[in-house]
């Protein structure tokens, strides 16, 4: 093989590297759909609040890789979290699937968290009614039912880490103010 063709081969190797590389990086930090969130806790969800704390809710598509680092998080946020916080991690079930088909790995993973709750959303009910369309989505609502954040708990696709969802659902928690009330939310599509 001559020289010049070993070394244009090289280039284009090195090109196709640098491209999906970059195609990579672009899509983990390319956030989903944020919720248009309502600012009250939605009517006729048949989730129950506790009285006098604040409620956590994320909706996750049980077979979505990325979604790993958001529980990740909440186990974080909630062991900084004490008393104050009551979670729900809703796991999608579409139409047509077989009960038991959201309960994966990550279904055990919220469920082994202190004070969070794994619940099936079947049809995606609760999903739609909150306007949840990413995996990852999360609310926090005040004892009141007033929306405080909504958002993700992320840096980045599958990316774990200091984040400003999670920084400022703890300051909305510890103080009542935050920065920001939203983050960009980094997961697969729900629907």
Same mark, same amino acid.
């Given at each position: 093989?001559?020289?010049?063709?070993?070394?244009?081969?090289?280039?284009?190797?090195?090109?196709?590297?640098?491209?999906?590389?970059?195609?990579?990086?672009?899509?983990?930090?390319?956030?989903?759909?944020?919720?248009?969130?309502?600012?009250?806790?939605?009517?006729?969800?048949?989730?129950?609040?506790?009285?006098?704390?604040?409620?956590?809710?994320?909706?996750?598509?049980?077979?979505?890789?990325?979604?790993?680092?958001?529980?990740?998080?909440?186990?974080?946020?909630?062991?900084?979290?004490?008393?104050?916080?009551?979670?729900?991690?809703?796991?999608?079930?579409?139409?047509?699937?077989?009960?038991?088909?959201?309960?994966?790995?990550?279904?055990?993973?919220? +469920? &082994? %968290?202190?004070?969070?709750? *794994?619940?099936?959303?079947?049809?995606? #009910?609760? $999903?739609?009614? /909150?306007?949840?369309?990413?995996?990852?989505?999360?609310?926090?609502?005040?004892?009141?039912?007033?929306?405080?954040?909504?958002?993700?708990?992320?840096?980045?696709?599958?990316?774990?880490?200091?984040?400003?969802?999670? +920084? &400022? %659902?703890?300051?909305?928690? *510890?103080?009542?103010?935050?920065?920001? #009330?939203? $983050?960009?939310? /980094?997961?697969?599509?729900?629907?």
């Amino acid at each position: 093989m001559n020289r010049k063709y070993s070394l244009l081969l090289f280039i284009a190797w090195c090109g196709v590297c640098v491209a999906g590389v970059w195609a990579a990086e672009r899509y983990a930090n390319t956030p989903g759909a944020s919720a248009r969130a309502d600012s009250r806790w939605p009517a006729g969800s048949g989730l129950t609040r506790e009285p006098g704390k604040a409620a956590l809710v994320m909706f996750v598509h049980p077979h979505c890789p990325c979604s790993r680092a958001s529980i990740g998080e909440l186990s974080r946020l909630m062991a900084h979290s004490g008393e104050r916080l009551q979670a729900s991690v809703l796991f999608l079930r579409p139409s047509g699937f077989a009960p038991g088909w959201e309960r994966t790995d990550l279904w055990r993973s919220a +469920a &082994a %968290i202190p004070g969070v709750r *794994a619940l099936a959303d079947p049809n995606g #009910r609760e $999903a739609r009614r /909150f306007q949840a369309v990413t995996s990852g989505q999360t609310f926090l609502y005040d004892a009141q039912g007033r929306l405080l954040f909504s958002g993700g708990i992320t840096t980045s696709r599958g990316h774990a880490g200091d984040n400003a969802g999670q +920084a &400022a %659902i703890l300051s909305l928690l *510890a103080t009542g103010r935050a920065p920001t #009330r939203t $983050a960009p939310v /980094f997961g697969c599509r729900l629907f």
